[in-house]
């Protein structure tokens, strides 16, 4: 077993070692149980152990996909409400597994879980602020996968953390940014690998998510946020009361930093992020509460558009949106445009939704947009032609399912994560930087280097497709390197 | 006849007195000849007497859209070229007309014409470096009302030309900004000034016109660009080989600044913009020249894409995006988002179009876009309820005559023009300010405020419609100034 362990430690890359490096520092120095293999049974090497921290909704969620995915067992799972815990082992029983070890009773439990259970993988799905502090713990611990919801990191001390424990312990962690694996997401990477749009200069992403019903609990003549609050808006609409950036990017630039080769020859240089007024959540609040409630004193820091202009080392700029303070259709408004065309994908992943289209020269009819669907189902990405099927009926149309399957495929077989701490951070930066952008007025602001200048000589790994081999010309680059 | 001309001249307005405000400037003082009146026969004062200065694709469109509008005689017309003087000619006749007196033979000829002539207003639509000194030459001679093609300027120096010549001489310049006259353009002014979208927030707009065959003249496996092509490819081009920012942003500006009640209200304050790499001008050449021509060792400074964030006085921001190097579908790309809904405005003004969709809050089915077409219908503008019939069949759809009818009727009334020479210039000034942004990696600029901070108690006034009178709430602020 500790042999066993070992092995999934030692596998841990460092930036400086390329996708096929290794790393050599030895995990148990930094603090995990070492004895807390003793009671365990002998377990089948292909079967992963994975421990979950957060059972809401989104973790519940991931705890019935990964179930579908199939080859795991849940091994312990840690949430404060006694609830979800209780949902999630009625989930792992209706698919006759056996109950997970559960760690409840404090805010910092799951320490305790991380350090006594023998994991290879674990996955946080908790509120914003406990991503890092708990990915930090796994990885220290010495659980050889830790997954960590979106955004990874709400500041830029958090970035770095999580690349410099990710280094330090040779532990890795993936940022589960779903959208990278929306079926149309993926059939695009493989038209920009085979370069139909040619030479990438410009994209678009966004969040454009009406989230006051989120950000609030709705109830009839009444809204409640915060502590008094359940579910999200126990504390997600309070980052909109303090902070005033862009809270959310990686939906959108999850995709774009996987087209455009984000920390694998290309990155983030720079950002200007201007927000507007705060309008939305205080009419909200006007439109469904009494003249005298106490919430009209909330002052809103957060402009109900946050939009953020990025300029890359390889000379493309991004538009990131964040708008999720006023009615609207949903949209990641994704643009992807080079020298031979672009799509367009406003709609929310359906192929069929109008503002799905895309542009080919020489192909398309000049000056005339196709619609997507025929594009999209010829360059059907290999993991939804092998998987689609089985896909269908998990989370967020079967996305979530695609990506943990990539995850857990990654725990498996040693491999490094596909999305790593060096996404996590470069996207998630996102949020900080723009904050002091932001209170600047728009100016510009600088981006680290997560990677330490060994952006150069990394090379893009994520969702290879047989069939769909780069384009010799557009990686040809690489071979340099 | 000098008393009409002094009436015409009389009415001319500063920034400073109001949109009912009045200007004493002897127009005089400004070197027009005294004497040109001479050999004038007897003039119906309901007739507009016009003067044309560039008579190619655009301007002769101009004259025959005039003509349709009517209750207009073109007296002079002026151009270098010979042939475009006679094409103008040809068309006058048509319409049973008396020949124009022609100016040629010089870059400066329109000197002599707007000195020479007893004119009502002159139209302007020549390259772009040409409009401000012939603008200015015109309002400098005592032509009351000049109208020129945008982008009006190319430089900040060209914009407080523009508005100071106009204070200095009480005669007026309207910028033909054609796509504030489009039909859904002035629908979507209806339903802004009624609130259906509530409190505006945040728009976008831009120039996605992919205009590789204007730059150029393409002709079979070959290209012609500068001094050696015809027609817009002699000059347009050229602006890409040595510019970089935002060229040609009042197509966009024009309708958003009109919505956010841009100096009249409200102010452009500063501005971030960042340019992409060059690219599709530089394959362009490579697609249809041999591998030895010259042109070759042409280097673009334009990036394809230059993107500016803007940010008003009273809190909005704007995205106005300059795309027209790369192939695509012609997109004016508008956005007008507010506390209530939303339009999306991304074809090409077609109502049906895939690109127009509207949401507003309470009336769409919740988080689904309306197609445009219905709201569109309801809102109609007067102007076009009244003159859509006559309009079809004009340029650009309609809308080249609506603006000149709104032009004319402003001259015959002497009114103040609907579209001033603040608006000009601080429309056009996004081109030279983009560029400043640009050279710096997308720092903030400042806008100038060519009102002299008469921008907080001017009032608006295009478009009016009495049908659709503004909502009094938006209105309510007005009133205390």
């Not at 030895?26 to 079967?47: L, M, R, Y």
């Not at 990405?381 to 099927?389: A, I, S, T, V």
């Not at 089985?390 to 399957?405: P, Q, S, V, Y």
């Not at 990539?406 to 998630?428: E, G, I, M, Q």
Request: aromatic share 8%.
């Amino acid at each position: 077993m500790k042999t066993n362990r070992r092995d999934f430690v030692k596998m841990g890359t460092v930036a400086g070692m390329g996708i096929a490096g290794m790393a050599f520092t030895n995990s148990e120095a930094f603090g995990q149980k070492k004895d807390k293999t003793k009671d365990s049974v002998k377990h089948d090497p292909n079967i992963v152990r994975v421990g979950f921290i957060g059972l809401g909704g989104r973790g519940s969620g991931h705890v019935h996909d990964s179930i579908t995915v199939g080859g795991i067992e849940v091994v312990a799972i840690c949430d404060i409400s006694q609830e979800a815990i209780d949902n999630v082992q009625k989930i792992i029983a209706k698919n006759g597994m056996k109950a997970a070890k559960a760690y409840t009773g404090s805010d910092h439990s799951y320490e305790e879980m991380v350090k006594n259970e023998e994991l290879d993988a674990v996955i946080i799905a908790t509120p914003w602020e406990w991503h890092v502090p708990m990915a930090v713990a796994s990885m220290k611990a010495g659980v050889p996968y830790t997954g960590v919801e979106v955004s990874a990191a709400n500041t830029l001390e958090e970035c770095w953390d999580l690349v410099n424990v990710h280094e330090q312990t040779g532990n890795q962690v993936m940022i589960l940014e779903n959208v990278c694996y929306r079926r149309d997401v993926m059939a695009i990477l493989n038209m920009v690998r085979t370069n139909q749009f040619g030479e990438l200069i410009h994209c678009r992403c966004g969040y454009e998510h009406d989230l006051r019903g989120v950000k609030f609990d709705v109830e009839t003549n009444n809204l409640k946020i915060g502590k008094e609050a359940h579910s999200e808006a126990q504390w997600r609409g309070l980052h909109a009361v303090k902070r005033n950036g862009d809270l959310y990017p990686t939906h959108g630039l999850g995709p774009i930093g996987v087209y455009l080769d984000i920390n694998r020859g290309n990155r983030f240089l720079t950002i200007s992020a201007m927000a507007t007024k705060a309008r939305g959540l205080s009419k909200f609040i006007d439109d469904h509460v009494a003249k005298d409630h106490p919430y009209h004193d909330i002052n809103f820091n957060l402009g109900d558009i946050v939009t953020s202009m990025i300029k890359c080392a390889n000379g493309e700029t991004i538009i990131v949106t964040h708008d999720t303070n006023l009615p609207r259709p949903y949209s990641l408004g994704f643009r992807v445009q080079g020298t031979n065309g672009l799509w367009k994908g406003e709609g929310g992943g359906d192929w069929q939704d109008a503002g799905e289209q895309i542009y080919v020269e020489g192909k398309s009819k000049p000056h005339v947009w196709d619609k997507a669907e025929d594009w999209l189902k010829k360059y059907d990405h290999q993991y939804w032609r092998e998987k689609g099927e089985k896909a269908t009926g998990a989370g967020h149309g079967g996305m979530d399912f695609i990506m943990l399957n990539d995850f857990y495929d990654a725990v498996r077989n040693k491999k490094p994560v596909p999305l790593d701490a060096y996404d996590a951070a470069a996207w998630s930066a996102v949020s900080a930087l723009s904050e002091m952008s932001v209170t600047r007025g728009g100016a510009l602001v600088d981006f680290p280097d997560f990677t330490r200048g060994q952006w150069i000589k990394r090379h893009p790994g994520f969702g290879k497709d047989s069939q769909f081999p780069t384009d010799p010309e557009r990686d040809f680059i690489n071979t340099l390197f």
